[in-house]
């Protein structure tokens, strides 16, 4: 027995019907896609969660519990204070200075890290620093206030 003696069993393959090649050919005028309605017209593509035009279950069930709630942290890190005590010459770094010369909005949280170094002795009014910048301040002799 050779590989050229070797074909498929009798009736397991079959002609592939040639849709929308006329009556004659079995597959002519709607092609298999019967009267009218959405199926039939061309570019049909179910979508998921379709429900034949109904509002889908995923928009009917109630929506709880994925939502996160983020505080809104302006950052500052020291290089940046720095530069802030420089041009303005402020000795005191709190909100209500922030905005008045246009570094934070009115409903910004203030958040102190540590990257670069402060020079000067300074009052911070804050609500976070990071530890780092924590232990930088008071070592350097500043003094901090924490705010909630």
Not at 112 to 137: D, E, P, Q, R, V
Request: glycine share 12%; hydrophobic share 25%; aromatic share 8%.
């Amino acid at each position: 027995m050779g590989l050229y003696k070797l074909y498929p069993k009798k009736g397991s393959i079959k002609k592939k019907k040639r849709i929308g090649r006329g009556n004659s050919a079995g597959g002519g005028k709607t092609c298999g896609r019967g009267h009218k309605g959405q199926k039939s017209r061309s570019g049909y593509s179910k979508k998921k969660g379709f429900e034949g035009g109904q509002t889908p279950l995923y928009k009917r069930i109630p929506k709880f519990g994925l939502k996160k709630k983020y505080k809104k942290y302006q950052i500052f890190n020291l290089n940046d204070i720095e530069n802030i005590v420089l041009k303005n010459k402020i000795k005191i770094i709190n909100k209500q200075n922030l905005i008045k010369i246009k570094k934070i909005k009115q409903n910004k949280k203030i958040k102190i890290l540590s990257n670069g170094t402060l020079n000067h002795k300074i009052m911070i009014y804050a609500n976070k620093f990071s530890k780092k910048a924590y232990k930088k301040l008071l070592k350097n002799g500043n003094k901090l206030k924490l705010l909630k």
